[in-house]
């Protein structure tokens, strides 16, 4: 079955085809604008149209993939993220700051500690390439309670470990998928402590969209009211870089 996001990825493929000029035209601005309020448009089409509760399917152990690819980075290589490694993150902490009036600074134990949700979803890459595994972690939504989230947040940024480009990589959800009962912050994977390759020690597990979105080796969590500010201010690395849409909804 295809989806509606699968849908119009491949009609987009499609076009590229035919029109050999879609490259120069990426390149304008004002295309580029053009774009983004389609995405805008699809977003609230799609909010919409579905309950913000509606959950992504869920699988049975036996229907996992014998080999789960790690998208993105499969290595920070930073000399910190090696002695955090090496440490086997004893020393790591993830802040929670921002809009928040509680900034809190959590160790890998006490996120473990905290109420667990474990999942069993599909990856779908927006490389083409999908995968079924099982995820362990804590709901977002009990953390940015913990840190009692301001009333003026409306976005959630992931600042991560790793760079790219020498430009260091972070993702951004709204408040709704960050609610949302299936966005967990994982420590485990398949019945294991996350592996490096997925994102260890720490990663955002946002069913609901592509895996771009789900940012690895996360280091802070901040509240904001806008994503204006922060890097290129289009609330993602690729999405600054006018790869991908900010919202990858599926």
């Known amino acids: 079955m295809?989806?509606?996001?699968?849908?119009?990825?491949?009609?987009?493929s499609a076009g590229a085809l035919l029109l050999g000029g879609c490259d120069r035209l990426n390149q304008s601005e004002s295309?580029?604008?053009?774009?983004?309020?389609?995405?805008?448009?699809?977003?609230?089409?799609?909010?919409l149209i579905m309950d913000r509760n509606a959950l992504a399917r869920e699988f049975r152990e036996a229907d996992m993939s014998p080999i789960f690819r790690s998208n993105g980075?499969?290595?920070?290589?930073?000399?910190?993220?090696?002695?955090?490694?090496t440490g086997n993150f004893a020393d790591w902490r993830l802040r929670v700051d921002g809009l928040v009036a509680r900034p809190l600074s959590l160790s890998l134990q006490q996120l473990r500690s905290m109420p667990l949700r474990t999942q069993i979803t599909?990856?779908?890459?927006?490389?083409?390439?999908?995968?079924?595994g099982k995820?362990?972690?804590?709901?977002?939504?009990?953390?940015?309670?913990?840190?009692?989230?301001?009333t003026r947040a409306r976005y959630i940024v992931f600042h991560c470990m790793d760079q790219l480009a020498g430009r260091p990589y972070y993702e951004s959800i709204d408040l709704i998928d960050a609610f949302h009962p299936q966005t967990i912050l994982a420590w485990g994977m398949n019945d294991r402590v996350l592996q490096v390759p997925h994102g260890a020690p720490l990663r955002l597990r946002v069913e609901r969209q592509?895996?771009?979105k789900h940012a690895k080796y996360i280091e802070r969590i901040e509240a904001v009211e806008s994503l204006a500010g922060i890097h290129g201010g289009?609330?993602?690395?690729?999405?600054?870089?006018?790869?991908?849409?900010?919202?990858?909804?599926?």
């Open 135 to 150: 995820w362990h972690g804590v709901p977002l939504g009990l953390v940015l309670d913990a840190a009692a989230l301001s």
């Open 73 to 85: 980075t499969a290595d920070p290589g930073t000399p910190l993220y090696q002695q955090l490694l």
């Open 210 to 212: 592509l895996g771009y």
């Open 122 to 132: 599909r990856h779908d890459c927006v490389e083409g390439w999908s995968a079924i």
């Open 234 to 250: 289009r609330g993602g690395f690729w999405e600054d870089s006018g790869d991908y849409e900010w919202y990858a909804g599926i």
């Open 31 to 47: 295309y580029r604008g053009v774009l983004r309020s389609a995405e805008g448009l699809t977003m609230r089409a799609q909010r």
């Open 2 to 12: 295809i989806s509606r996001r699968g849908l119009l990825v491949g009609g987009t």
